[in-house]
């Protein structure tokens, strides 16, 4: 295997220890950073890497200091940052490098703080944001195929890639810069195989003036897929370093070991209950990896907010909550944590010769704010714009609009009771017949279609949909959103008609339309904006208290603070001080359903972890499903091995099937449960089913209170959660039983099984299993 080794000019450094201000300006001795047989060396010495991920634009930039240095003050030397390609470039070829997109002057603030900085800009990034980082305008070409060579999409990518260039190549370490690395893709194996495909984005990025080593992260079970020899490979995992280091060593037998995301914490999704880590398997898992000499990237060492509209989507459809706190050792507000102190001890007792750790940084001070009233309401479909007009629907991207939400109007004809029913809708939709609320679409549960009572006139439907943020991992990425046509009517007497003549009203919900609202008295049960002007003393951070509010968005001053939603678990909205002012600030709330109360209060503590499942509109209840197991022979059974690795099995031979079934007879440490962390189904020549479409048709059991054993962990690509049944007030005893929807049937010769990963002594893993796959496998 070729070394990645680069020397740099500073050939001329003697041997000195490591400066804590990493580079620096043009004029101050230039830095080298390579490579080597054993060991990242910089400036020609052992270099142990310990990073940790922080994104600018989760961040206020008021306060990149200030995280930066806690980071710094935890015994970090080196922060790992995305870059966003939607947010760098809003539109085709319009760039943002200003304000919160000054990636610059992020990597600046680190280089002066003594931080490196590992770069990661995409183009496909993930990271619970908006369309994992893609832009949306990229769908407006209906077949795209994005991650894949399709020529328009590479053309896209060089032209933001070379701009990532001009703007970061000067911060390379080569230049005098805390850029060490740079990241092509982000986890292509979970996605693909295509090593040409990865050595176009290597060419791309050398083409736009990098020169520093180039790299690839992959979790420890994709990474051949894509792999590359002149693309250094790193892996990715939550836990269990040795099996992880153990999988990177057989496609690197020499050079330095790197974890690339090490989880100390986990994600958040609307309506499922709050992540923590294991801080005291965290603590283990760095020391290990310290004492082994491996380097590594804490994911996420502060987490932040995802502010606006930035927030991604989990597949098959599972919204990502605002708060990105992630219960990372540095919180939402900046706080250290007990596991930040505890990350501190120990990285103080392995720090390099010559790296020291400055104090952190002082907590910044809180207020209480509140409560008030918001007095002035502005209703959604009082302050419509000027609409177009379309024989049928289409979604938001071919209106040219990118987020927000969307209106479609049409008339519907008098008539018996009939079903109202789209393909689909992206994502939450409200049906309204002559302005009254008639029912919710819910793409959570796949749920299309309304009821309508009869009709003695002609009236006027409205479905109001909502965008909650793009799929960010999987080919489900291609998520356009809005209405997908056609709009059916089915009448109780058969008759069916599809809808057209619509009048479209796009809502972006941007700076433009939220300056010429009309306020007016308060209208509680309807989709409308509330406005209300604070009186601020001493501007602090707090945390806007939302649980008298529904579901949607808020901005103060301007600053859009992104989603909220009363089903929890988030239930307060971080508000950065230096976003406030002194004297009057404006508070303006979208909620599409209406408050309980229009109260605006700031406490001084976040609430991230309080569930209100009651108040879920369309709580996801799972289908009354009758399964058809006695009938069925098993395709397949056995016992899976123990531990943690994948396990591939193949049938037989192949099957045609709409339902895959996995039954678990007994689990390895003879306890009820029965725990999967992913399912993958193979096709004849071995290849991964697209998810596309999967639901989950039937699961006996899963823990939803006292963690997130949701079924849908079991098919979301992401092996560091897991579908796990009951335990917290019930342990329903095997056989278990997980039914997986394909959506149609598809020819399916196989299957893998990722077992919940983490110690060994984690409850789930099953032993025996039997497997059925058929299209009569569930009854309604
Ligand atoms: C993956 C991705 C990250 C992020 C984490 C989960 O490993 O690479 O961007 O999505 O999972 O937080």
């Known amino acids: 295997m070729k070394l990645h080794r680069i020397i740099v ?30 060991d990242f060396l910089l400036d020609g010495r052992r270099f142990q890497i310990r990073c940790g991920e922080v994104h600018a634009p989760r961040v206020p930039r008021e306060y990149w200091r200030h995280r930066l240095q806690m980071s710094k003050a935890m015994g970090l030397n080196t922060v790992c940052a995305y870059l966003f390609w939607n947010m760098h470039e809003p539109r085709p070829g319009q760039f943002e490098w200003s304000g919160q997109a000054d990636a610059a002057e ?143 060593r057989e496609i690197l037998p020499k050079g330095p070991l790197m974890c690339g995301e090490f989880y100390p914490g986990w994600f958040d999704t609307w309506g499922a209950p709050h992540h923590t880590g294991n801080t005291t398997r965290y603590l283990a898992d760095l020391e290990y990896m310290l004492k082994a000499g491996t380097s590594f990237s804490i994911y996420m060492v502060h987490g932040g907010t995802t502010f606006g509209f930035w927030t991604g989507a989990d597949r098959p459809f599972k919204p990502d909550t605002s708060s990105y706190d992630y219960d990372a050792p540095i919180s939402e507000a900046g706080w250290p944590t007990e596991k930040f102190y505890k990350t501190r001890e120990l990285f103080a007792r392995y720090l390099l010769p010559g790296e020291t750790m400055p104090e952190p940084a002082t907590k910044n001070p809180v207020m209480r704010i509140g409560p008030a009233e918001a007095m002035e309401c502005a209703p959604l479909r009082e302050n419509l714009p000027t609409a177009l007009k379309d024989s049928k629907p289409r979604t938001m991207e071919q209106y040219d609009q990118g987020y927000g939400c969307i209106l479609y109007r049409t008339a519907l004809p008098m008539g018996p009771e009939a079903t109202l029913e789209a393909a689909a809708v992206h994502d939450i939709g409200q049906v309204f017949v002559d302005g009254k609320r008639l029912g919710i679409l819910d793409r959570r549960a796949s749920k299309f279609s309304v009821g309508l009572p009869r009709r003695e006139t002609t009236g006027t439907l409205d479905v109001l949909v909502e965008a909650m943020g793009r799929v960010n991992f999987g080919a489900e990425v291609h998520d356009r959103k809005g209405l997908h046509g056609p709009v059916k009517l089915s009448a109780v007497n058969g008759q069916t008609a599809e809808l057209a003549d619509w ?63 009363s089903i929890g678990p988030q239930q307060t909205m971080y508000l950065p001080g230096p976003w406030l002012k002194q004297g009057e600030n404006e508070i303006l709330i979208l909620d599409l359903f209406g408050p309980t109360q229009p109260l605006v209060a700031g406490l001084e503590a976040p609430i991230l972890n309080q569930l209100r499942p009651e108040l879920d509109f369309a709580r996801v209840k799972r289908p009354q499903i009758r399964l058809q197991l006695d009938a069925a022979e ?16 193949k049938f037989p031979h192949s099957v045609n099937g709409r339902y895959f079934c996995l039954e678990s007879v007994s689990a390895h440490d003879g306890k009820p449960y029965a725990a999967v962390a992913e399912l993958e189904l193979l096709d004849v020549s071995g290849n991964p089913l697209s998810h596309e479409s999967w639901t989950i ?31 917290g007030s019930a342990s329903p005893p095997h056989p278990h039983r997980l039914v997986l929807d394909l959506g149609q049937s598809r020819s399916i010769a196989g299957f893998r099984y990722v077992p919940r990963q983490g110690a060994a002594d984690v409850g789930g893993r099953i032993k025996e299993y039997r497997v059925y796959v058929g299209d009569n496998l569930i009854g309604r």
């Open 697 to 727: 048709a039937y699961v006996d059991s899963e823990e939803r209170e006292r963690e997130d054993g949701t079924a849908e962990n079991a098919i979301d690509g992401q092996t560091a959660n897991f579908w796990h049944t009951q335990w």
């Open 9 to 38: 000019l500073s050939a001329l450094l003697s041997f000195q220890p490591i400066t804590e201000v990493c580079g620096g300006t043009t004029d101050s001795p230039r830095h080298s950073f390579s490579i080597g047989e054993d």
């Open 106 to 248: 992020f990597c600046r603030i680190a280089q002066e703080l003594g931080l490196w900085v590992i770069l990661r800009p995409g183009p496909y990034s993930c990271a619970e944001w908006e369309m994992g980082g893609f832009p949306w305008w990229l769908l407006k070409q209906e077949d795209i195929q994005l991650r894949t060579r399709d020529s328009r999409y590479l053309e896209a990518v060089k032209r933001y890639l070379k701009e990532v260039g001009r703007v970061l190549g000067q911060l390379q370490i080569t230049k005098g810069g805390p850029i060490l690395m740079v990241q092509v893709e982000n986890e292509y194996g979970f996605f693909g195989k295509d090593a040409t495909y990865m050595g176009g984005l290597r060419q791309a990025l050398l083409d736009s003036g990098f020169e520093v080593p180039l790299f690839a992260c992959n979790p420890p079970q994709h990474l051949r897929d894509g792999f590359r020899q002149d693309l250094f490979p790193v892996v990715n995992f939550g836990s269990d370093p040795a099996s992880g280091f153990k999988a990177l």
């Open 503 to 565: 009048q479209i009203f796009s809502l972006p919900l941007d700076g433009a339309m939220l300056k010429n609202l009309r306020f007016g008295p308060p209208r509680l049960h309807e989709p409308a904006f509330w406005r209300t002007f604070l009186r601020v003393d001493e501007p602090r951070d707090t945390f806007l208290d939302m649980r008298t509010w529904t579901k949607g968005f808020v901005w103060v001053n301007g600053h859009n603070l992104g989603r909220f939603w």
């Open 634 to 649: 098993p395709l397949l059974k056995g016992s899976f091995a123990p531990g943690t690795s994948m396990q591939e099995l």
